[in-house]
């Protein structure tokens, strides 16, 4: 019944920018924490950031200064504003958002993952 939808991957230079859109839709009554990860080839999915749903934020050291995440309420929406990539920033990036759909339907979900390459 909960879809979420990644936007904004692509190719681009190391050095470069991108921002990452993932909309929710559904039933949905409320979203808690709303995350992005991401997976590499042959390499563990991790947590590149999170948002509470007060605006808390958290990110892995490795994008600590160079990532912002950020969320609309309104819209349903989490973002990801990614500035001066790295080659190894390249990965696979997942939207990970806590839904309550229901007061017994409450569980993360997945986005199917948008694509980001950063060349050197």
């Known amino acids: 019944q909960v879809q979420l939808v990644e936007s904004g991957g692509g190719l681009v230079q190391a050095g470069g920018s991108l921002r990452l859109s993932c909309l929710a839709s559904?039933?949905?009554?409320?979203?808690?924490?709303m995350a992005w990860y991401r997976q590499a080839p042959g390499k563990q999915r991790e947590l590149v950031a999170s948002i509470s749903s007060g605006g808390r934020t958290t990110y892995t050291d490795s994008v600590q200064g160079r990532f912002t995440i950020s969320r609309d309420n309104a819209k349903k929406t989490v973002y990801l504003q990614m500035n001066s990539l790295k080659p190894e920033d390249t990965a696979l990036y997942y939207c990970n958002a806590y839904i309550i759909s229901t007061v017994i339907d409450r569980r993360p979900h997945w986005g199917q993952g948008t694509q980001v390459t950063v060349s050197s």
């Open positions: 559904g039933i949905i009554f409320s979203i808690d924490t």
